[in-house]
């Protein structure tokens, strides 16, 4: 499977972006969970957001209410990016993967190569 992500760039505080990845390569599983994580400068990788394939999401605290992640098909996924902040300025990427069963944890088998967002102050 490879993902091509795209719609990073620069933009002012306050200001919105709209990231999409495309999944091609290869026919997701039925219960593919699609996600978009970033890793800023000195800071570890964290999950900004994911959706199940029954179009369920999930997001880290810090984006909640600014962020919204959707699917339009089994192989597509967005993220629109609303009211963003410079320490919203990482490299992001699109993933995909899964949960288990025991625990619901996610796990990601898939990577993008990443798509830069800068937000100035």
């Known amino acids: 499977v490879q993902l091509q992500a795209s719609g990073g760039g620069l933009v002012q505080a306050g200001g919105s972006l709209r990231l999409s990845c495309q999944a091609s390569?290869?026919?997701?599983?039925?219960?593919?969970?699609m996600g978009w994580h970033r890793q800023a400068p000195g800071k570890q990788r964290e999950l900004v957001a994911a959706i199940s394939s029954g179009n369920m999401t999930d997001y880290t605290g810090s984006v909640k209410g600014r962020f919204t992640i959707s699917r339009d098909n089994a192989n597509t996924v967005y993220l629109q990016m609303n009211t963003l902040k410079p320490e919203d300025t990482a490299v992001y990427y699109c993933t995909v993967g899964g949960r288990f069963v025991v625990g619901g944890s996610y796990f990601w088998n898939y990577w993008g190569q990443g798509t830069q967002v800068t937000v100035s102050s």
């Open positions: 390569g290869s026919t997701l599983r039925i219960n593919a969970i």
